[in-house]
């Protein structure tokens, strides 16, 4: 299944996109995409970031995706 | 009452003008902060505008929720947060908040700490663009 991935700020620089499809199998643990993600994109590896499913804030162990799920990876904030 | 939006490009004092409401009869206090971009220095370059982007629907409902724990905690009557998307040149105003309150005392404590909340809890993203057009990602100081 395809799992849209949006990225903001500095790791747009890392990945080269604001987002992408991300194929990637039914019922995945968040864990194995973002493990998935790292050999895609390595220097994600040491970036510093929090990982939103749908909007909420999801823990990588305990999170499993669903077709049409979103993913957001976002660096800490610099509004204001 | 709490209110937020995104303004695309710099807030002017139009832009204030229309979203703040005429006040409550029993407000007696506001405070409001105007922040601007700054022409912070990197090396050698000067920071010439900073490009604001921001996951809309969380930071929208992020910062609803701020202006709503804001308005119990300080016992306010309104609390208004407007911030810019898009390029903004230094000395431009992009970030817009304000509070009213009965008395000055509760405006004056629930300002810094609505700022504060939006830098840490809502995202918003900001690209320092350089008088030579390169960038550094701008970093908020705790």
């Given amino acids: ?80 | 009452m709490a209110k937020f939006e995104f303004i695309e490009g710099k807030i002017t004092e139009k832009d204030i003008l229309e979203f703040e409401d005429s006040l409550l009869n029993n407000c007696g206090a506001t405070c409001n902060f105007k922040g601007s971009v700054r022409a912070d220095k990197h090396d050698t370059k000067y920071v010439s505008a900073i490009e604001f982007a921001a996951h809309e629907e969380i930071a929208r409902k992020t910062a609803i929720e701020i202006l709503e724990q804001a308005e119990i905690k300080f016992e306010l009557m309104q609390s208004h947060i407007l911030h810019s998307l898009g390029k903004i040149n230094t000395t431009e105003i992009c970030f817009y908040v304000s509070v009213a309150s009965g008395h000055r005392k509760e405006s004056f404590e629930a300002l810094p700490w609505i700022v504060n909340e939006f830098k840490e809890k809502v995202p918003v993203f900001g690209k320092e663009i350089m008088e030579d057009g390169t960038y550094v990602w701008k970093s908020n100081k705790k």
Avoid: W
């Fill in chain 1, 1 to 80: 299944m395809d799992i849209r991935i949006r990225y903001f700020g500095k790791l747009t620089d890392i990945t080269r996109c604001n987002e992408e499809l991300f194929d990637t199998q039914i019922n995945a643990k968040l864990r194995t995409v973002i493990d998935d993600l790292f050999s895609k994109h390595p220097e994600l590896k040491v970036a510093t970031y929090t990982i939103f499913v749908n909007n909420k804030k999801s823990d990588l162990n305990n999170t499993t995706l669903n077709q049409d799920d979103e993913i957001v990876l976002m660096p800490p904030f610099s509004g204001g």
